[in-house]
Nanobody, 127 residues
Framework: QVQLVESGGGLVQAGGSLRLSCVASGRTSSTTAMSWFRQAPGKEREFVAA????????NYADSVKGRFTISRDNAKNTVYLQMNSLKPADTAVYYC????????????????????WGQGTQVTVSS
């Protein structure tokens, strides 16, 4: 089992920045990829960004390319999401997820590819 705990959400004005963190604990040695998803009220959960755990390959949703950056610190079992130039449309609960499955070169953007999920952290962007 792997436990994931997100932090760093909050209220920010449009154009501002936030950095989310996700700390993994438990059986993290089998992790192959980490990702961020988000879910806005009344909408389905959507992919934001992903990163392979033992390589620097990343994957981003088109809606966040150039504004968000995913990174990790393996020593701390932590993955980050730096969010810049935030828009009201970015308002959502952000979830961290980890995968233990063999993945291809590009970390997967589908929620079914991930085995463990955090509880989420709220990000609200005001206009």
């Amino acid at each position: 089992q792997v436990q994931l705990v997100e932090s760093g959400g909050g209220l920010v004005q449009a154009g501002g920045s936030l950095r989310l963190s996700c700390v993994a604990s438990g059986r993290t040695s089998s992790t192959t990829a980490m990702s961020w998803f988000r879910q806005a009220p009344g909408k389905e959960r959507e992919f934001v960004a992903a990163m392979r755990w033992n390589a620097w390959t990343t994957n981003y949703a088109d809606s966040v390319k150039g504004r968000f950056t995913i990174s990790r610190d393996n020593a701390k079992n932590t993955v980050y999401l730096q969010m810049n130039s935030l828009k009201p449309a970015d308002t959502a609960v952000y979830y961290c997820a980890s995968s233990t499955r063999p993945n291809g070169y590009t970390p997967p953007p589908t929620s079914t590819s991930y085995d463990y999920w955090g509880q989420g952290t709220q990000v609200t962007v005001s206009s």
